[in-house]
């Protein structure tokens, strides 16, 4: 065991987007989500698939974890692993639905009640105690690990793995989502090392929480399918912003709820004081304003307070990449990073370095401030496990070597192209190794794309482009590098973009790039893109169908190709042919 706490960690989430991580002196070696490998969108449960495979990536054999970290303090055990459907599919078992109710109906009635909130998440804290046990027994008994196990507050995970990746020793971190261990948000202070917290909103004043009911009450699932909305909201007119505005508001340095509801008396509240069939894009775009208004004031208001003008972010609510557009427009604030695996599915390497920040001090050391260069932090897929999933399908597939030029001209024809490469993406974003590609001034690949791979989606599709183009191509990329590396943030696009790839530029004139640096494979699928067709970007899209999660291995590549089948499959060295035509 290391002296100055900076052994193998392993950290652990399991509650919805459960998954795995493990860290060593303040870096990450390997981080993964369990729906990957059991196949189901946002899994929750305990995620061992998820600790065998971060552990098998990072060489660590179960007697080098020198701790185990695991994220949320007052969490329930998840018998199995299940996919989690939304928040308010009852799904959760008796004693879960009905503490939710209780909630609810309480809150309508004792409004924002300290006393009754801190009664609430006493009583939930009580009912989950036996999950701590539970936890030690499968680390104990499924995975030979026998170290000492701690839990940490959900928020303070969600900020230790922006601050201590976010590449700034003196920034203003904000964390903010739904809501985890009784809050919704939290405001700290990274200095030379240190997080000092400086303020908590109740779980009871999410904001995000609102933008959830609204997703419900426009038919989708709330909790899940957010930026379902987000992209709806860029077709519609803000007609019932001071309907909502009446709900949530920001008051002196915090978020209110005073709208005095929760879960399901706020669909009722909410339901009385909109119109009966409210017009979907207009409450879509009502929810974004509010959003914007309420969380983008929340964060300028602490920028200002605190006088740093260097913001790191994270929690469920900035996968919201319009917000965060708004927060880097903010007066005051000159850089933003948003971790880009923001919602809980960040929460594992996050429960790790709040451990390991803590064994740190315990030693006298200070923890490091390191910035997060890529995401690829899952396994890897090479030309063997191409040749040998390839092989066992039965799919005939040609080895191209260098592959970059074939993809190229494949784009450049008009062809599509699924890429599968080396390690799998942290997050929820395909960053170039589970992608779908595509030519950008295609206008009708939106509707096409989305059909063939059943998806129902209102955003454009997102470009993907060089870090020598990217000045042009966007109004502003000053204080977004950190962001657009990981594809978190929307930008104004320039006259130029437009013009050229009109595919992937949404309504209201903005996109959500990725950009890549030189040296990598996509740049050098870019570059020759660019020198066949005079077009700086491609339209990249994760690799999946409807409602799956982003394809993992070689295996998961060839299913997903036979199920849509109208793009060609490039998956280590090889290339599949389309097994039918577009949509």
Known sequence: ??????????????????????????????????????????????????????????????????????????????????????????????????????????????????????????????????????????????????????????????????????????????????????????VWRGRDGRLEKRLEVPAYDSVGNYYAYVTHLLGFAAHRHEGKVTGLAARGRPEYADVLRAFVALRDGTIVNTGRAFFGSALRKLGRRLPLDPDPADLAASVQLVLEEVAGGFVADWVRREGTPRVRLAGGVFANVRLNQKILEREGVESLFVFPAMGDDGLSVGAALAEWSARRRRAGAEASVLQMKDAFLGGDVGDREAEAALGLSGIEARRVEPIEDEIAALLARGETVARVTGRMEYGPRALGHRSILHRPDDRSVNDWMNRGLRRTEFMPFAPIVTTEAAPRLFARTR?????????????????????????????????????????????RILVAFEARTGIPALINTSFNMHEEPIVDTAEDAVRAHAAGGFFHLAVGNRIAAPLRGKP
């Open 479 to 523: 204080g977004a590098e950190e962001c657009v590396r990981f594809m978190t943030i929307t930008l104004g696009c320039s006259a130029e973009m437009k013009r050229l790839a009109p595919g992937v530029v949404h309504v209201d004139g903005t996109a959500r790039p990725q950009v890549v640096e030189r040296g990598s494979e996509m740049h």
């Open 1 to 186: 065991m290391s002296e100055r706490g900076d052994g193998r960690i392993l950290g652990i989430t399991d509650g919805v987007l459960a998954g795995a991580a493990v860290i060593e002196c303040g870096r990450v070696l390997a981080a993964t989500s369990e729906e990957r490998h059991v196949r189901l969108k946002m899994a929750r449960g305990f995620p061992s698939l998820s600790v065998d495979e971060v552990l098998r990536v990072s060489g660590t054999a179960p007697r080098d974890v020198e701790a185990v970290a695991v994220a949320g303090r007052c969490e329930f055990f998840a018998r199995g692993v299940t996919e989690w459907r939304g928040w308010f599919q009852r799904d959760r078992g008796l004693l879960r639905e009905a503490l939710l109710v209780a909630g609810s109906e309480a809150a309508s009635i004792l409004g924002p009640s300290r006393v009754f909130q801190k009664a609430y998440y006493g009583l939930k804290s009580v009912l989950a105690l036996g999950r701590r046990g539970r936890i030690r027994r499968i680390l104990r008994e499924r995975h030979g690990i026998v170290s000492p196990v701690t839990f940490h507050d959900h928020h303070h995970c969600h900020a230790t793995a922006a601050y201590y990746l976010g590449g700034a020793p003196d920034a203003l971190v904000v964390t903010l989502d739904g809501g985890g261990d009784g809050a919704c948000a939290q």
